[in-house]
Nanobody, 115 residues
Framework: VQLVESGGDLVHPGGSLSLSCTAS????????MTWVRQAPGKGVEWVST????????TYTSSVKGRFAISIDNAKNTLYLQMNSLKTEDTAVYYC?????????RGQGTQVTVSS
């Protein structure tokens, strides 16, 4: 399994970003996929999971209503649309498969929210 994230950037508070995760070795339409993040000096935090077979998405409370996880089956790509970004969203974001502590993940993409 290989996961490659992209889309991270520097953005002002209130701004938006869309992260992508291109997958190989796993078919996203049948795999539970997760976004996690790690802020400087902190541990890995679960952000969101999508369960394609159950048509279900879940979010940590701090991002609910602001972030949206989705899959493009044709591109075998996972997305995280992030709106109304806050400074506390600053972190390296990883896509992952499997369960915590999510050992199978990409190299990460940096999201920095700052004025």
């Amino acid at each position: 399994v290989q996961l490659v994230e992209s889309g991270g950037d520097l953005v002002h508070p209130g701004g938006s970003l869309s992260l992508s995760c291109t997958a190989s070795g796993v078919t996203l339409s049948s795999a539970d996929m997760t976004w996690v993040r790690q802020a400087p000096g902190k541990g890995v935090e679960w952000v969101s999971t999508i369960y394609p077979k159950r048509n279900l998405t879940t979010y940590t409370s701090s991002v609910k209503g602001r972030f949206a996880i989705s899959i493009d089956n044709a591109k075998n790509t996972l997305y995280l649309q992030m709106n109304s970004l806050k400074t506390e969203d600053t972190a390296v974001y990883y896509c992952a498969t499997g369960s915590a502590p999510w050992p199978i993940r990409g190299q990460g993409t940096q999201v920095t929210v700052s004025s």
